[in-house]
């Protein structure tokens, strides 16, 4: 499988709300480095970290939506880089952020993510409150 297809497959899944298939992408020893300055910044290690930051955000707008935009994926051999708008909605109010998330794959696995926001001023404090 090519980084690009399992990326694809990844993304499908998070899309439908599959997170079981989505997480089942994630390598057990993959890193995760999410910016900022919120106690959920910083680097995790291991699938259940990657896991756990994201079902964080997923738990706190549970009672809204969180929408995911695709807006453009760049693809080289081992690194996938998704361009997205995430449209957070909650409490009739909507916070909208542009990332981009930095994909390695190796062995039909992802083993590393980077996150680089657009607005990280906007993005610390969503997490703020988390």
Same mark, same amino acid.
């Given at each position: 499988?090519?980084?690009?297809?399992?990326? =694809? %497959?990844?993304? &499908? @899944?998070?899309? *439908?709300?599959?997170?079981?298939?989505?997480?089942?992408?994630?390598?057990? &020893?993959?890193?995760? *480095?999410?910016?900022?300055?919120?106690?959920?910044?910083? #680097?995790?290690?291991?699938?259940? @970290?990657?896991? &756990?930051?994201?079902? =964080?955000?997923?738990?706190?707008? *549970?009672?809204?939506?969180?929408?995911?935009?695709?807006?453009?994926?760049?693809?080289?051999?081992?690194?996938? @880089?998704?361009?997205?708008?995430?449209?957070?909605? *909650?409490?009739?109010?909507?916070?909208?952020?542009?990332? %981009?998330?930095?994909?390695?794959?190796?062995? &039909? @696995? $992802?083993?590393?993510? =980077? $996150?680089?926001? %657009?607005?990280?001023?906007?993005?610390? #404090?969503?997490?703020?409150? $988390?």
């Amino acid at each position: 499988m090519t980084a690009r297809e399992l990326m =694809t %497959a990844y993304l &499908d @899944a998070a899309r *439908r709300d599959d997170w079981d298939t989505a997480f089942g992408y994630f390598a057990e &020893d993959i890193v995760m *480095r999410v910016p900022g300055r919120s106690r959920l910044a910083g #680097d995790r290690h291991g699938k259940q @970290a990657a896991v &756990d930051y994201i079902q =964080t955000m997923r738990e706190h707008y *549970r009672e809204g939506r969180i929408e995911l935009e695709l807006v453009d994926m760049l693809e080289g051999d081992e690194r996938v @880089a998704l361009l997205v708008v995430e449209r957070f909605h *909650r409490d009739g109010e909507t916070v909208e952020i542009r990332r %981009a998330n930095v994909y390695r794959v190796e062995n &039909d @696995a $992802i083993v590393e993510i =980077t $996150i680089f926001e %657009a607005d990280q001023y906007a993005v610390d #404090d969503l997490t703020s409150e $988390i």
